[in-house]
């Protein structure tokens, strides 16, 4: 079992910048793929970023990113592998939603090998990010 803890919603303008930090409760796994999704008012729940993060400090050459959050989004590993950054530059109103850490655990995942929302088998319990314009 991998419990996963966000933090760092928030409220902030358009065109500001905020940081959301995830932490996994489990190391067991050789590496995962750690990613963002975010659910806004009456819409699915889509992948934002995602990253494999393995032993070592490692940035996978490619992370996914959405269409919609290239070049102001960027996702990183944090001093672990069980820790993820997302940090949001830029930010524009449609991107206010509930934002939720997830992770395939074993998982390999980059911009070039997809994974699905249903290959993520741990979920956080989301924080909420409101862009006012």
């Known amino acids: 079992q991998v419990q996963l803890v966000e933090s760092g919603g928030g409220s902030v303008q358009a065109g500001g910048s905020l940081g959301l930090s995830c932490a996994a409760s489990?190391?067991?796994?050789?590496?995962?793929?750690l990613g963002w999704f975010r659910q806004g008012p009456g819409k699915a729940r889509e992948a934002v970023a995602y990253?494999?993060?393995?032993?070592?400090?490692?940035?996978?050459?490619?992370?996914y990113y959405a269409d919609s959050v290239k070049g102001r989004f960027t996702i990183s590993q944090g001093d672990t592998k069980t820790s993820l950054y997302l940090q949001m530059s830029a930010l524009k109103h449609e991107d206010s939603a509930m934002y939720y850490c997830?992770?395939?655990?074993?998982?390999?995942?980059?911009?070039?090998?997809?994974?699905?929302?249903?290959?993520?088998?741990?979920w956080g319990q989301g924080t909420q990010v409101t862009i006012s314009s």
């Open positions: 990253m494999t993060t393995a032993g070592a400090v490692y940035t996978s050459t490619s992370p």
């Open positions: 489990s190391n067991s796994y050789s590496s995962y793929c």
């Open positions: 997830a992770a395939a655990a074993g998982r390999y995942c980059s911009g070039d090998y997809r994974l699905d929302e249903a290959d993520f088998n741990f």
